[in-house]
């Protein structure tokens, strides 16, 4: 019988978690692994009638119905490519195969013409939530057009979290590599956010000589603000554990190097290549860098040692926090702006924030702000001006304790940048001009210039 709904294929984590999701909706869906043990381990745990898992990828793929509907949630890379080799003899014309990975979007484009060329629809789709939220309804962002919305829009309605207003967060983004770009975007946002919140733990820390379980209740506070997120919801849940065998806060004996896998790297190289300062995304991913040079950084610390005084500062942190994710936020949103102007996207940025409300890492109540500033075309230095004396005391105070803040100098730096009209780049222009004779213009007169600067 040909009538599962959906297929899945890759059950690690995600990919079990997402058929769970789908079947516990009565959405009939078929399972696929490689290593076919992983596939007995979900049916002899959670198979059911809506669940069915196939030993060969040809049985799976006639369980289906037509069109089919084929979701990869296998390692991103040169996987997605063989499995699309391994599928191919066995679809049919117009068949859809998704692919729910973190793959680069420029992967994606290619995919979506070969695929094109077999006669199949490839479609590149952000998933973001982890391992909860593909289970219970994750935030979707599928490079899906208006035109194929249709044979979609049921069964991903359903499997999709809910934002402020309860609608589902998924809608069709566009065609090619626009879901897999958003998403991108939404990680590079993430790790900005992430290097934010360990930046206040750090001076508190260190300054304020607070512990994990006194600092979690900084956190806590902006939990029960308009500036509400799921990142410092579980930096407070991180903060309180306790470390089972020692009885200390398990985040005191966690190594201080943080890993990546590379889409706030992509997000940066993408800003870089667009010429959008994305600033607090580039120091976050640069901050995980330094963060791998433990042994570099304990040789000089011994050399530069520190203390740190508590300089009575007092500062409202529910202003630093919002400052800071919106300007991370902001920054996004300008790559995606140019994204979409660059590839004919059409993005539609209101629509963006209404899905990030739900299911995924950078959820934050903050969303629903942004979102009516985009519908009312408001200026987003406006939603933040009223924090920047805030900052400038933290900023001051990490400054005399010489504490690094590399995400919160950015966004504050980016502020001063944004709203200051005279930059002095003039002078840069000069010296390029000297130098290399790059020509500059001029505030006086039209036309471009060069200066003879050996002439006296
Ligand atoms: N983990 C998260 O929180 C998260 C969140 C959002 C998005 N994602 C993305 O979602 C995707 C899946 O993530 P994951 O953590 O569940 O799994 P993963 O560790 O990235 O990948 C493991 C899965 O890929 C399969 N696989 C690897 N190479 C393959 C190949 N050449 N042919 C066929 N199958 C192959 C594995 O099959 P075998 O069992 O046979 O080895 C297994 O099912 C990734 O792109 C990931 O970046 C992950």
Known sequence: MSDNQ???IGLAVM?????????SRNIKTAVY???????EELINNHGNEFL???EKIEDFVNSLAKPRKIILMVKAGAAIDQVIEELKPFLSEGDYVIDGGNSFYEDTEKRVKKCKEYGLNFIGMGISGGEEGALKGPSLMP?????????FENILDQIAAKDFQGQACVTPLGYGGVGHYVKMVHNGIEYAIMQMIAEIYDYHRKVKGLDAGQIAE????????ENQSFLSEITVQVLRRKDIESGKFLVDLILDRASQKGTGGWTSIEAIKNGIPTTTIMEATMSRSLSFLKNERNNFSKIIGRTFNDDEASVDWNQIYRFGSSIAF??????????????NWDLDFVEVCRIWQGGCIIRTKMLIELQEMFKKGQKWVELIQNNLEEVKKFILSSTQNEIALPAFSAAYNYFLSMTDKDHPANLIQGLRDYFGAHTFERIDKEGIFHENWLNE
């Open 218 to 225: 900084i956190f806590e506070k902006i939990n029960q603000s």
């Open 143 to 151: 490079g899906i057009t208006k035109e194929d919305w249709p044979k």
């Open 6 to 8: 959906i297929g899945i």
């Open 330 to 343: 902001i920054q996004g949103f300008e790559l995606l702006k140019e994204a979409s102007k660059e590839h």
């Open 52 to 54: 069915n898992g196939y």
């Open 15 to 23: 990919g079990a978690n997402l058929a769970r999701n789908f079947a």
């Open 33 to 39: 692994n490689r290593t076919f043990q992983r596939t």
